[in-house]
């Protein structure tokens, strides 16, 4: 089992900028990848930013250049810092572990945090 505990969002004005937290704890070792998803309301869940495969990072074309995924692996925390926000930006942000312990493929979810953009 993975637990994923989010923290850091909040209500910025347009321009502004967070940065979220994600503190993993449990089978850390069976992680394979790591990301931040969001979902803002009546949309569906999208990809903001992941790792992938070791280092490799990959952005939703919104966030590019705006926001940096981050991980520290020595406190098993990982991180989005989003700058420039967008009023567009403001949804529930997920953090996500893929896990594959024996083999099986698992996808654990944190609680979410929200951010909130104002104009």
């Known amino acids: 089992q993975v637990q994923l505990v989010e923290s850091g969002g909040g209500l910025v004005q347009a321009g502004g900028s967070l940065r979220l937290s994600c503190a993993a704890s449990?089978?850390?070792?069976?992680?394979?990848?790591m990301g931040w998803y969001r979902q803002a309301p009546g949309k569906q869940r999208e990809l903001v930013a992941a790792?992938?495969?070791?280092?490799?990072?990959n952005y939703a074309d919104s966030v590019k250049g705006r926001f940096t995924i981050s991980r520290d692996n020595a406190k098993n925390t990982l991180y989005l810092q989003m700058n420039s926000l967008k009023p567009e930006d403001t949804a529930v942000y997920y953090c996500?572990?893929?896990?594959?312990?024996?083999?099986?493929?698992?996808?654990?979810w944190g609680q979410g945090t929200q951010v909130t953009v104002s104009s």
């Open positions: 996500s572990a893929v896990a594959s312990p024996g083999g099986v493929r698992v996808d654990y």
């Open positions: 449990g089978s850390i070792f069976t992680i394979n990848a």
């Open positions: 790792f992938t495969k070791g280092s490799t990072t």
